[in-house]
């Protein structure tokens, strides 16, 4: 079962202070929709809103066409996974997967069933007469996820559950997640702050900042055209290099930027593009730059830190002015701190931002 | 080659051995009056009449020990304070995790007041109520009644207290999924949150029922009719004429058997009042 999610212009304030500003997404039935945004910027109360666990001070959430903002926690039809997973710790992992579906009269034959269905598709089968404190951490979390499985819920609220654990874990966690919901086919929603997670798991992103939707698109969308200077410094690591205007002016083909520590660049954005010089900047993502072959011209950058990441190295560097770049180069690039490198541009990666943050994309 | 530094050495076992002597000796102190209690209640009363110093010396005997059972006032009132006791330690932990309950979750009006309220009972002691307390049972009829001996240890600002701050050391996470599980409040506090209080529960229902067990102040002003006597008071009011009647060998013995049921409670739930002595329930 799987159901689609409305938010109408859903806003929460604390007294004064306005945690989240009129917030409307729709997210359609079995869509896997990653809420990604910085701590603080209200993505855990916009999950914890949809689940019942915060009231909305004005607007209004539906589930499967159903308003729900009214509704207590438990008659939503939404199941949440807990970054703490919220076992209960006196209960056998039995016990906690059937606790919600005997509180709504399930008969026992039925909750037996579902239990033993779902402990064997997350194969914690041998883990069910166990309490969560003889579990490991990736065990509890696959048994708070059973407990939610168990409800058939028209929708699955995951609220950072992958954080509490180590890095091989939570890979092997991630792919098994989107494994569920290939199978499952529910629609979920996913709160975290890693991007690696929203961009392998998410049919849609939602990139929150600041109490409002920065932009919502499929990770390649938000990757290859961010709407805001948040976003494009949010997703992509390393992060985008940017470098102040100087100067815009009718170009060869396009427009023809001054940019701090990189001269005078002819672009491919077109050159009737709208845009005031002050404040405005222009971004290039690491992996678009390249190191010149020996012998050829570039932008001269003086090398200060060389990362060798194995498939590539990252070359931290500051240019002419004393702007900083950081160049992506191949893994067994023979790069040196404090060498000087010469550095390709791809004008038709360039990413151009306005002085309020908006990317200005041709003709606007 | 130099020897690398060793900035960390373990405290060796002779260092921590006059602590072990300064244990030893402070144990020898507490347990002597106990020694001698039950050294003067297997003794017989002619012996003692001679002088206490006999406890050192044979014969030694039970007669004092069947005396109760045969003729003693004592099983009344052991009946009594287990009865006392027994309830104002259920009526603590009900109240008390009730309370507890109330002030670390739910959100009404005056919360934060109302705890201080009853924090404030931590300040005020017992003496300073006693006769408008003593006047108040007396209209509604309440001395010499059960319910009179157990009543005023209901109100447990201490219970109310270590309750509320156990309730509110248990994350919030778990009543959110309880709530998300489509339980009610009664059964998240029920079923969810009242078994995670369990080593709180034993520590408060340890020290209540000790305390009940051995007060003293308002059953003997309470309890003025011998049959309602509790066991403190029953052997209080023996001492006064043991000259006359029993003797000490058998008032020895009546403190003994009077002292057993706490003992036993003590033995059983060890090492949750060495917890709770320690802080460590409450974390």
């Known amino acids: ?364 | 080659m130099r020897e690398p530094e060793v900035t960390y050495k373990p405290e060796s076992l002779t260092a921590s051995r006059p602590l072990l002597w300064g244990a030893a000796v402070l144990s020898l102190i507490m347990m002597a009056p106990v020694a001698w209690l039950v050294g003067l209640s297997i003794k017989s009363n002619q012996d003692l009449m001679m002088g206490t110093d006999s406890v050192f010396r044979f014969p030694y005997t039970l007669v004092n020990y069947l005396n109760i059972l045969h003729s003693s006032q004592v099983f009344g009132w052991l009946l009594n304070s287990v009865i006392v006791a027994t309830g104002h330690t259920l009526g603590v932990l009900v109240l008390s995790s009730l309370a507890g309950y109330g002030f670390a979750r739910l959100e009404f009006p005056f919360r934060r007041t109302v705890f201080v309220i009853v924090l404030f009972g931590l300040a005020v002691p017992e003496q300073a109520v006693i006769i408008a307390r003593h006047q108040m049972f007396s209209w509604l009829n309440l001395h010499n009644t059960y319910l009179g001996l157990m009543l005023p240890g209901f109100s447990s600002a201490f219970g109310v207290f270590l309750m509320t701050q156990f309730f509110r050391a248990i994350p919030k996470d778990i009543d959110e999924a309880a709530l998300l599980d489509n339980a009610s409040q009664f059964r998240i506090f029920w079923k969810i949150m009242l078994p995670l209080t369990l080593p709180a529960q034993a520590t408060l229902g340890i020290f209540t029922f000790l305390g009940a067990w051995n007060d003293y102040w308002w059953p003997l002003i309470s309890a003025t009719r011998k049959e309602m006597y509790t066991l403190t008071i029953g052997i209080a009011s023996s001492q006064t004429n043991f000259a006359q009647s029993e003797g000490l060998g058998f008032l020895a013995a009546q403190a003994v058997f009077a002292s057993l049921p706490a003992i036993i409670v003590y033995l059983i739930f060890q090492r949750h009042i060495v917890t709770a002595v320690s802080g460590g329930a409450v974390k």
């Open chain 1, 1 to 364: 079962m799987s159901a689609s999610i409305e938010l109408e212009n859903v806003s929460k304030r604390y007294g004064a202070l306005t945690v989240l500003d009129d917030i409307s997404l729709s997210i359609a039935a079995g869509e896997f929709v990653v809420f990604l945004g910085p701590s603080g910027c209200g993505k855990s109360t916009l999950l914890r809103m949809i689940a019942g666990l915060e009231d909305v001070s004005s607007g209004t959430i539906s589930v499967g066409g159903r308003r729900v903002d009214t509704l207590p926690p438990g008659k939503r039809g939404v199941a949440m996974v807990f970054q703490s997973y919220a076992l209960y710790p006196h209960m056998t992992v039995r016990q906690n997967m059937a606790f919600g579906l005997e509180n709504i009269g399930v008969p026992k034959d039925e909750i037996g069933r579902r239990v033993k269905a779902a402990a064997q598709t997350l194969e914690i089968d041998h883990l069910i007469d166990r309490k969560p404190q003889k579990l490991s951490g990736g065990q509890r979390q696959r048994v708070a996820i059973g407990r939610a499985i168990v409800k058939e819920p028209a929708a699955f609220l995951f609220d950072e559950p992958l954080s509490n654990l180590d890095a091989a874990l939570r890979g092997r966690t991630r792919l098994e997640l989107a494994q569920l919901h290939a199978r499952l086919g529910s629609t979920m929603i996913f709160v975290t702050h890693d991007q690696v997670e929203a961009m392998t798991l998410a049919d849609r992103i939602v990139i929150m900042n600041a109490r409002r939707i920065e932009q919502i698109g499929t990770p390649m969308e938000i990757y290859q055209r961010p709407a805001t200077r948040f976003v494009a410094s949010f997703i992509g690591s390393p992060t985008m290099n940017f470098l102040p205007l100087t100067a815009i002016e009718k170009g060869q083909s396009g427009l023809a930027l001054s940019v701090a520590g990189l001269g005078r660049v002819e672009t491919s954005f077109p050159s009737q593009t709208k845009i005031d010089v002050e404040g405005a900047s222009l971004g290039i993502r690491a992996e678009d730059l390249s190191i010149s072959a020996e012998g050829e011209t570039g932008i001269p950058l003086k090398a200060e830190i060389v990362e060798r990441l194995g498939d590539r190295t990252l070359v931290y560097g500051v240019l002419g002015d004393g702007s900083k770049l950081t160049v992506e180069a191949d893994g067994r690039a023979a790069v040196r701190a404090g060498e000087v490198l010469q550095v390709r541009l791809a004008p038709d990666t360039f990413h151009l931002f306005a002085a309020d943050g908006r990317a200005v994309r041709g003709g606007q």
